[in-house]
């Protein structure tokens, strides 16, 4: 074998590899409902990125995902907080089914996300500690001395379960840029 038919067999290896591996990353982090969720990302300014973090943190991608506290759909939200939301985005007619419409739950999501990213001076982890915990919760953390020094950030957060929530949304959003980067890339069709 010739020295360059032995780096074009590296070369052809490498990209088996690669190839398995996005496929495989792929499987645990689905790229679904792409086209809605970077409408909304748009609509909202947010990183399409995110969006799919936290889906994927919140149901796994899962439109029928029902909550311990009846948490509905991609994004788990909430009947009273999908009435809510439905109400500041003048949607007639809204139901709680509607929350496990991928489109309704994800425009539902995304608004709310902008809200609470924009009532917490854009600080990324107050507002998923609030789309986790409630915002009445970190309401009360941020007054807390004990969890936050100015009133506006949180320097702990009492919750272990909204610690690694955080945690796993911002892994998320990485694995996510990346993927949403690698497709723009390498665009399927």
Known sequence: ????????????????????????????????????IERHAQINNLDPAFIA????????????AVSRADARGLMQITPPTGEWLAEHLRLQGFTNE?????????????????RLLDQHNQDVRVALAAYNAGTGRVRGWLQDPQFSQDG?????????????????????????AILYTLRDIFPRG
Request: net charge positive; charged share 20%; glycine share 2%.
């Open 98 to 114: 509607q929350l496990f419409d991928i489109e309704t739950n994800i425009k539902l999501g995304s608004f709310y996300l902008r």
């Open 152 to 176: 506006v950030t949180l320097s702990y957060i009492p919750f272990g379960e909204t610690r690694t929530y955080i945690e796993r949304v911002l892994f998320n959003q990485r694995i996510y």
């Open 1 to 36: 074998m010739t020295l360059t038919n032995k780096i074009l067999l590296a070369c052809t290896v490498v990209i088996l590899l690669a190839a398995a591996a996005i496929t495989a990353v792929l499987v645990v982090f689905p790229i679904r409902h792409a086209e809605i």
């Open 53 to 64: 973090a936290v889906i994927h943190a919140e149901s796994k991608f899962r439109p029928d």
